[in-house]
């Protein structure tokens, strides 16, 4: 992948993501709600097989339009700087982290869906990457996102009942621990001893 191209794929990558979701969306309307079963009901070992697809999943236009943006910029800036593989090792684990505090934490009788948990999982991937892997430009894209978007750190708090607080925690933490599993580790340098010839 040449450097013209990678923000092109990286920002292909996300309007595709994104335009699945407003489809799922449009589905889900026109048969009145059919898809909102792939939510995620707590404790059910039958609903582990939701922890992905909820990702994907909206209760409405309004929640998946509240989800877009950030969506959007986030993950096109971490697809940017940790390269389309890792960017998706990234979201899986978020994914896989999220939905799995969800079942195991959230009330009895919830249903729960939403990509609020993933862009929580990016915000707190790119926030601490920069950190971690020691690069002066990652550290500053941290501090921006931090100062842009920090404010949703208030969803990751049991503030509102109407909110999956569980999973925008858990995906935070996802987030976290991804930049550190996943971080890029430097190349071993291999020694080469020289030979002189004797004269």
């Avoid at 040449?2 to 969306?25: D, S």
């Avoid at 922890?51 to 998946?64: D, E, K, T």
């Avoid at 195991?104 to 991937?125: I, K, Q, R």
């Avoid at 009942?161 to 569980?166: A, D, F, T």
Wanted: net charge positive; aromatic share 10%.
């Amino acid at each position: 992948m040449t450097a013209r191209a990678k923000p092109v794929i990286c920002l292909m990558l996300m309007l595709g993501w994104v335009a699945l979701l407003w489809l799922l969306e449009g589905v889900d309307f026109v048969t009145g709600g059919a898809l909102d079963t792939f939510g995620i009901a707590p404790r059910d070992p039958a609903e582990l097989v939701d922890i992905v697809p909820a990702a994907f999943m909206h209760f409405g236009f309004g929640h998946l339009a509240a989800n877009t943006v950030p969506l959007l910029v986030l993950g096109f800036v971490a697809a940017l700087r940790a390269g389309i593989r890792r960017f998706l090792a990234v979201a899986l684990l978020v994914i896989l982290a999220s939905g799995l505090g969800v079942w195991l934490t959230a009330a009895p009788g919830s249903n729960t869906a939403g990509a609020s948990g993933v862009v929580f999982g990016l915000f707190g991937y790119l926030l601490v990457r920069g950190f971690i892997e020691r690069k002066l430009l990652d550290i500053g894209i941290g501090v921006l996102v931090g100062a842009v978007y920090g404010s949703i750190v208030w969803g990751a708090l049991p503030t509102d009942g109407q909110i999956s607080w569980q999973g925008h925690l858990f995906g935070l933490i996802g987030g976290v621990v991804a930049a550190f599993v996943l971080r890029e580790r430097p190349r071993a340098v291999t020694a080469r001893a020289a030979v002189r010839p004797v004269p």
